[in-house]
């Protein structure tokens, strides 16, 4: 910086100062340095937890999107995906909000909502366009970071004790069943589809699909894999089988449950690999299933019902009597409507006249009282005088009557 200043002699001297200020031209890193010192302590500041959730697939994740949620408040977000070193699956990083960093235990799942979108669940349509989002589900244990993600929401007790396996073999395609879908029973989970294999026998030249299914015990409200053996074995004694439903029918999830068949066959669980083996419904419950239902619905008799009904119908419509009915009632208001209109003129004439002459019998009979001189000199005419003015009330009455109603000319009065 120039800085003048005159001398003793009156001279003007110029003298160089050095700023402690580096110049305009270092003020945008120098603001750029400080906005992210700032976004440093902010981020400090409200603190968080990173993480790494393993899924075998990303089903739709979006890094910086797709939120991590408990109990529908989002407590996170999804901040990376990458394959993980071994290539067969994906590594999540996401980072958790520093108000639910105390759950992040070795018993916290965490699970994908949204992750097959279908028509039985219509809260997971929305994933189809802002793709799944991550859920988390506190659990019991010690303080970790990383978690092996589900792509369904886990069956209760499912984190604390392994799941006993046994074996299904449909001949019906299984569509898009996959590993972690769920097993149902009466709608309830009991169990996933641990394993979906394919096999095809040479000498009988058929196609099987081998499942494994794992169930848990507490799922059935049961102890451990030995009681929940006796179970399932008096289930299938009863009539219980395996089969593939889909929901909504025809287009929706296939999903494997265990449902009552009362016309299934006697039968007990077999060893199959080493595992029990759980007999299939008959038809498998899939195409073949559905198929059977609709050949139950009587078709045939429905559409013989409609269509007597339509011939009814026509009939109907057809019949001349039913033409020569609709001919006489149209001729006949036509005739009434005629009459009413021919009438309603006469029938006022009728009324103004049938009035002026009750009018002068009223008139009569005052006159005749008049002249007679009094109640005195009416002893001989009471029985007349009375008669006139009845009949002129009468007259009055009859003509208020046709004026009200004009039609009684034609039907006659009411209850007469």
């Given amino acids: 910086m120039t800085e003048m200043r005159r001398t003793e ?11 402690w ?35 075998d697939e990303t089903h739709g994740l979006k890094p910086g999107d797709s939120d991590v949620t408990y109990k529908g408040v989002k407590v996170g977000k999804v901040k990376d995906l990458k394959l993980a070193e071994d290539g067969k699956s994906v590594e999540a990083s996401a980072n958790i909000k520093k108000e639910a960093s105390d759950f992040l235990r070795t018993g916290t799942r965490f699970w994908l909502r949204g992750a097959h979108p279908s028509l039985s669940d219509l809260s997971s349509l929305g994933s189809i366009m802002s793709g799944p989002k991550v859920v988390m589900e506190p659990g019991p244990g010690t303080p970790t970071k990383r978690f092996v993600g ?27 069943l996959s590993p972690g879908d769920p097993v149902t029973l009466r ?15 040479p000498e009988t030249k058929s196609v099987e699909t081998p499942m494994t299914l794992g169930f848990y ?18 289930l299938v004694a009863d009539g219980w089988r395996a089969k593939l439903d889909r929901e909504p029918l025809l287009i929706g999830h296939h999903a494997v449950t265990l449902d009552l068949v009362p016309s299934a066959p006697a039968a007990t669980m077999a060893e199959a690999g080493g595992l029990p083996e759980i ?14 239902r609709l050949n139950k619905v009587p078709i045939d008799r429905i559409a013989q019902n409609v269509l007597d009904m339509t ?46 002459t009750a009018d002068r019998l009223d008139q009569a009979t005052h006159q005749v009282q008049h002249n007679l001189g009094g109640p005195e000199s009416q002893h001989g005419l009471e029985s007349t005088l009375r008669e006139l003015s009845d009949a002129a009330r009468s007259v009055r009455s009859l003509s208020d009557y046709l ?5 009684s000319l034609i039907r006659g009065k009411p209850g007469g």
Avoid at 9 to 19: I, Q
Avoid at 325 to 352: C, H, W, Y
Avoid at 403 to 407: A, G, L, S, V, Y
Wanted: charged letters at 20%.
């Fill in 187 to 201: 709608g309830f989970s009991v169990g996933l589809v641990e394993d979906v294999g394919f096999h095809y026998d």
């Fill in 311 to 356: 011939h009814h119908a026509d009939t109907i419509v057809s019949s001349p009597q039913l033409k020569d009915s609709l001919a006489q009632l149209d001729a006949s208001l036509q005739e009434i409507r005629q009459t009413v209109n021919a009438a309603g003129p006469k029938i006022t004439k009728l009324a103004e006249s049938l009035r002026y």
């Fill in 403 to 407: 004026e009200r109603h004009p039609e």
């Fill in 150 to 176: 589900l792509a369904h929401k886990p069956i209760a007790g499912s984190a604390t004790e392994a799941p006993v396996l046994y074996t299904v073999s449909f001949q019906d395609s299984v569509g898009d």
């Fill in 217 to 234: 015990p507490s799922a059935f409200h049961l102890p451990d894999a030995d009681a929940l053996r006796a179970t399932l074995d008096d």
């Fill in 9 to 19: 002699a009156g001279d003007v001297e110029a003298k160089l100062r050095r700023s």
């Fill in 21 to 55: 200020w580096p110049g305009w031209i270092w003020g945008v890193p120098i603001a750029a340095v400080g906005i992210g010192i700032w976004l440093l302590v902010r981020a400090l500041a409200q603190g968080g937890t990173d993480i790494t959730i393993t899924f």
């Fill in 279 to 292: 007999p299939v419904a008959p038809g498998g419950g899939g195409l073949d299933s559905v198929l059977a």
